[in-house]
């Protein structure tokens, strides 16, 4: 059975950085396209970072140059540094697989205050 565990999220100022993580197990995250998404409340789910099974990444621009995404391959963990976060970034993340058929995490709340 598949499960992708997020957490680190929390409630940080304007400014701050937060590491979030997503734990998985059922799969090797070393051989799947992984993603961060966040929806905030009433607007759609959107692609913030993917780490490809060969390692590239790409980010959406609105992250770009303030968030990282990173993968463990001994803890099977893919994370997400958030920094200089803003306003705007407030929302649930969501940890998901990109290969074949696609899973996702309970999610993990962000809130930046300003």
């Known amino acids: 059975q598949v499960q992708l565990v997020e957490s680190g999220g929390g409630l940080v100022q304007a400014g701050g950085s937060l590491r979030l993580s997503c734990v998985a197990s059922?799969?090797?995250?070393?051989?799947?396209?992984m993603a961060w998404y966040r929806q905030a409340p009433g607007k759609q789910r959107e692609l913030v970072a993917i780490?490809?099974?060969?390692?590239?990444?790409n980010y959406a621009d609105f992250v770009k140059g303030r968030f990282t995404i990173s993968r463990d391959n001994a803890k099977n963990t893919v994370y997400l540094q958030m920094n200089s976060l803003k306003p705007e970034d407030t929302g649930v993340y969501y940890c998901?697989?990109?290969?074949?058929?696609?899973?996702w995490g309970q999610g993990t709340q962000v809130t930046v205050s300003s």
């Open positions: 998901s697989r990109r290969t074949g058929i696609v899973y």
């Open positions: 780490i490809t099974s060969g390692g590239s990444t």
């Open positions: 059922g799969i090797t995250l070393s051989i799947n396209n």
